[in-house]
């Protein structure tokens, strides 16, 4: 299960990048503020100006080879990122949410160079936190805002689980993940994931959407290099 999550991730990371119209090295001018949860500045669109060759400078002006500029989310932007990812439906001010902060918030990286941050996987735990509290309570968050109901099987949720994945992925590439050309793609990678999720007999539909909104989460807030 964890395996055939962290390869969905890479896939929706992966498609995430071509739907922003990312290689993953852009221009110096184009960048993530790693202050924000929705900063993409340059892609398509902006500036013209040619990228020079190896010149791509990192959060705190370290040189890296390749073309662009490349930076990372420190604490704050991380939580802005996922709070926005999930619509503001969990506070990282209550709920499991906050709880994992408090414990995590010290080991997530303090700076945006991505050649010296250290820290960043510990954002799976702090995003497995949020989506947690979407599925707690007597009519849970993931029935009243993504129209998943727990009782439900996954093959009946299918449609509401690709559809709650692909609306969290949106907040991160500007409804690209829906609009894009690859937009199919980003579906399809939903669609492998539920599949393998449900070839378990006992995971349920709670299951299924804790897997879809770790990986959308996880690809869209850990997004580097515009």
């Known amino acids: 299960m964890k395996n055939t999550l962290n390869k969905i991730m890479t896939t929706l990371w992966a498609m995430a990048l071509i739907t922003t119209g ?10 993530i503020d790693s202050s924000s949860s929705s900063s993409i500045v340059g892609g398509p669109g902006g500036s013209t100006t040619p990228p020079v060759a190896s010149s791509v400078v990192a959060g705190s002006g370290a040189n890296v080879a390749g073309t662009g500029a490349l930076s990372i989310g420190t604490t704050e932007g991380l939580v802005a990122r996922v709070t926005n990812g999930l619509q503001g439906n969990v506070s990282p001010l209550a709920g499991n949410y906050a709880k994992s902060l408090l414990q995590v918030r010290s080991n997530l990286p303090k700076v945006a160079d991505p050649t010296k941050a250290t820290g960043f996987d510990q954002a799976q735990l702090l995003i ?14 993931m029935q009243s805002k993504y129209k998943i109901v727990p009782a439900s099987s996954i093959a009946t949720n299918q449609p509401a689980l690709i559809a709650a994945g692909v609306l969290m992925l949106d907040q991160y590439t500007a409804s690209l993940a829906s609009q894009g050309p690859t937009s199919a793609q980003v579906t399809a990678a939903f669609t492998t994931l539920l599949t393998q999720v449900s070839a378990t007999a006992a995971n349920t539909s709670t299951i299924a959407f804790m897997s879809v909104c770790i990986a959308a989460n996880s690809a869209g807030s850990t997004l580097m290099g515009f």
Do not use: R
């Open 128 to 141: 497995y936190a949020a989506c947690s509290d979407l599925t707690t309570g007597t009519t849970p968050l």
């Open 22 to 31: 990312c290689t993953g090295f852009k221009g110096t001018n184009a960048l």
